[in-house]
């Protein structure tokens, strides 16, 4: 969950190396840290508590030089957040390491290195692997090979970047469950966890594979697999903008973001819906043979990407008539289950690297699921590649952790996924077609949501003495009231939860009163009526609502309850609609209890640890 950026090049790399982590700062926020090496094979680091911003002043007061460097911002996993923690970790001022993930041996490591001499100065699992190169490097021949032996020994989940001061013109990299991409240049090669933070310098990249170990110079990049053997590892052209980091005109990125969602769905349904028909090749080669056969669908996700796959629980049901479960993914590879015959494993995760999607996934194969399929917004990732299909959301980057047109966007894709399944599963000609129209007037719909900002900003007013909200929702507006409690209570700090409405009188009505806001997402279809007995439920005793609804639904504004009027919409794209007013809310209620709305407190973008 933490950013890493390596060069190897003949210039300076200390701005280099701070520009890639402001571009990964999303990642981890608590501290950050450089290391260089000289011309005079001299290692030299600097390192902050807090921001990259902290660690950039530090270094215009007092630049770092080198051609080899490499740079951390951390997310805290093994102690607190603080310089000593952050990353560079340095073993006798020789070896440098930056790494992401966890070190499950860590403590044992830990007694046999300090029974050697070794002295550690942190609480992290990461300065065992400084140390342990070092001690490896006395019986190596060369730090390639002294990595080699070093990871060996750990268990767990690594990306780790190791250099040498008496070695100045190589790093070597090691990828085990934690994602590492390599940046080519002209006479310089860099390393990465995302390749967003090597735009400004190139274009270049290719993806270590599970196990690879590389050794990185100004002119060479050499790949060593899981099994010892040099391989190559395809080099692809990046078409991501370099400008993808920039909030432009918008205050916060989350805010730049929410607006981005009518071009990042045009984009996501771009040469994909033709004529009215979808391209089922948009899923991979030969998708049209695997739906054919599959007989249940079993999604796994978390977070915001697991709401998404509840939704999605719906449409397949209904529209495709195909069985279907959700799981968090993170519940799912650590219980045995039974795999329906003919099950396709539908994995959802906006950054691909997922640490417990990923784990399901691999264990998805070993126990039997037919074939898979990705939903997801980086190629290239871990994901995307050990998939057998993938549709690929192409929302652009996404750095506000709170995630806007990432979620749906893979709401975009699910249906599509359900378009494509449904075909060979008795959907008629119509309801594809109805689909497929429905799917196309969502940009403007969701330009005329947009619409509403300046009204659900003077609503957020209400929210600044609250500590509390509930939100409420039937069928597949109920996933759409979890996310919107989970924004809420990722960036405002609010504590709030969601219920299915007609749980109301199973429990939740024990916390209604006056302190406690109820939002109740409400457009016009089949549930409505039994919604609004729920609604009337809170009314009875002393609760405030706010409904977002439809004109259709009938719901009007007193004293007891306000109403904001959502543009009428079909029912196959209310969830993606409704979607919108809840991101505004929370965004606007976090502006008012002025938190970080960008980097809420504790949490980072990319979850690559379990």
Same mark, same amino acid.
């Given at each position: 969950m933490c950013g890493i950026v390596g060069a190897v090049a003949q210039r300076d790399v200390a701005d280099i190396l701070v520009e890639g982590l402001r571009r990964l700062e999303y990642r981890g926020y608590d501290?950050?840290?450089?290391?260089?090496?000289?011309?005079?094979?001299?290692?030299?680091?600097?390192?902050?508590?807090?921001?990259?911003?902290?660690?950039?002043?530090?270094?215009q007061d007092a630049p770092l030089s080198g051609g080899t460097g490499i740079a951390h911002t951390r997310w805290a996993t093994h102690g607190a957040p603080s310089e !000593?923690?952050?990353?560079?970790?340095?073993?006798?001022?020789?070896?440098?390491?930056?790494?992401?993930?966890?070190?499950?041996?860590?403590?044992?490591?830990?007694?046999?290195?300090?029974?050697?001499?070794?002295?550690?100065?942190?609480?992290?699992?990461?300065?065992?692997?400084?140390?342990?190169?070092?001690?490896?490097?006395?019986?190596?021949?060369?730090?390639?090979?002294?990595?080699?032996?070093?990871?060996?020994?750990?268990?767990?989940?690594?990306?780790?970047?190791?250099?040498?001061?008496?070695?100045?013109?190589?790093?070597?990299?090691?990828?085990?469950g934690s994602p590492l991409v390599i940046g080519y240049g002209l006479g310089e090669n860099f390393i990465a966890s995302d390749m967003m933070a090597l735009l400004p310098v190139t274009r270049r990249f290719s993806f270590l594979e599970e196990g690879d170990v590389a050794e990185v110079t100004r002119f060479e990049v050499n790949i060593i697999d899981c099994d010892g053997n040099n391989v190559e590892r395809e080099i692809k052209e990046s078409e991501a903008s370099n400008d993808a980091g920039d909030k432009g005109e918008y205050r916060h990125y989350m805010l730049k973001e929410t607006y981005e969602q009518p071009t990042a769905i045009r984009n996501a349904l771009e040469g994909r819906l033709v004529?009215?028909?979808?391209?089922?090749?948009?899923?991979g080669e030969g998708a049209d043979e695997i739906f054919k056969e599959i007989e249940h669908v079993q999604i796994i996700a978390c977070g915001t990407s697991y709401?998404?796959?509840?939704?999605?629980?719906?449409?397949?049901?209904?529209?495709?008539? !195909?069985?279907?479960?959700?799981?968090?993914?993170s519940e799912f590879r650590y219980r045995k289950s039974f795999v329906p015959k003919n099950s396709l494993i539908v994995t959802i995760s906006q950054s691909g690297e997922t640490a417990d999607?990923?784990?399901?996934?691999?264990?998805?194969?070993?126990?039997?699921?037919?074939?898979?399929?990705?939903?997801?917004?980086?190629a290239g990732s871990s994901l995307v590649r050990e998939s057998d299909l993938a549709f690929m959301t192409k929302a652009g980057a996404e750095i506000g952790v709170a995630s806007t047109k990432a979620f749906t966007t893979q709401l975009v894709g699910?249906?599509?996924?359900?378009?494509?399944?449904?075909?060979?599963?008795?959907?008629?000609?119509e309801k594809q077609?109805?689909?497929?129209?429905?799917?196309?007037?969502?940009?403007?719909?969701?330009?005329? !949501?947009?619409a509403l900002a300046p009204s659900i900003e003077a609503l957020a007013e209400d929210f600044a003495d609250k500590n509390h909200a509930l939100f409420l929702g039937r069928g597949d507006q109920y996933p759409i009231a979890m996310e919107g409690a989970l924004k809420l209570k990722e960036i405002?700090?609010?504590?709030?939860?969601?219920?299915?409405?007609?749980?109301?009188?199973?429990?939740?009505?024990?916390?209604?009163?006056?302190?406690?806001?109820?939002?109740? !997402?409400?457009?016009?279809?089949?549930?409505?009526?039994?919604?609004?007995?729920?609604?009337?439920?809170?009314?009875?005793?002393?609760?405030?609502?706010?409904?977002?609804?439809?004109?259709?639904?009938?719901?009007?504004?007193?004293?007891?309850?306000?109403?904001?009027?959502?543009?009428?919409?079909?029912?196959?794209?209310?969830?993606?609609?409704?979607?919108?007013?809840l991101q505004l809310l929370s965004y606007y209620v976090a502006i008012i209890k002025g938190t970080d709305v960008d980097q809420p407190r504790n949490l980072a973008k990319s979850v690559t640890v379990e």
């Open positions: 501290s950050a840290g450089v290391a260089t090496i000289d011309q005079k094979n001299q290692l030299a680091s600097t390192k902050r508590l807090g921001k990259v911003q902290e660690l950039a002043q530090a270094l !000593v923690n952050a990353h560079p970790h340095l073993s006798k001022n020789t070896i440098a390491v930056v790494h992401n993930g966890i070190i499950e041996n860590h403590e044992e490591l830990r007694t046999r290195l300090q029974s050697l001499g070794y002295e550690f100065v942190s609480q992290t699992d990461t300065e065992v692997i400084t140390h342990l190169v070092h001690h490896e490097l006395e019986t190596c021949n060369s730090l390639l090979e002294a990595v080699q032996k070093t990871v060996k020994q750990l268990d767990g989940a690594y990306g780790t970047v190791v250099m040498d001061a008496r070695d100045k013109d190589r790093i070597i990299v090691a990828r085990s004529a009215g028909e979808l391209d089922i090749d948009t899923f709401h998404s796959g509840m939704v999605a629980r719906y449409w397949l049901e209904e529209l495709a008539g !195909v069985s279907c479960n959700i799981e968090i993914a999607t990923l784990a399901a996934l691999r264990l998805a194969k070993e126990i039997g699921y037919k074939s898979s399929l990705v939903i997801c917004n980086v699910l249906m599509m996924m359900t378009l494509a399944i449904g075909q060979h599963h008795g959907m008629t000609k077609t109805e689909i497929a129209k429905s799917l196309m007037t969502l940009p403007a719909k969701l330009d005329e !949501v947009l405002s700090y609010i504590h709030a939860e969601a219920y299915a409405a007609g749980e109301l009188k199973h429990g939740p009505l024990a916390l209604i009163d006056a302190e406690m806001p109820v939002i109740v !997402v409400a457009p016009q279809n089949d549930l409505i009526e039994k919604l609004k007995s729920n609604v009337e439920e809170v009314r009875a005793r002393g609760g405030l609502m706010y409904v977002f609804a439809d004109s259709k639904a009938n719901f009007t504004s007193d004293d007891t309850m306000k109403v904001i009027d959502v543009p009428v919409c079909d029912d196959l794209i209310a969830p993606i609609v409704y979607t919108l007013p």
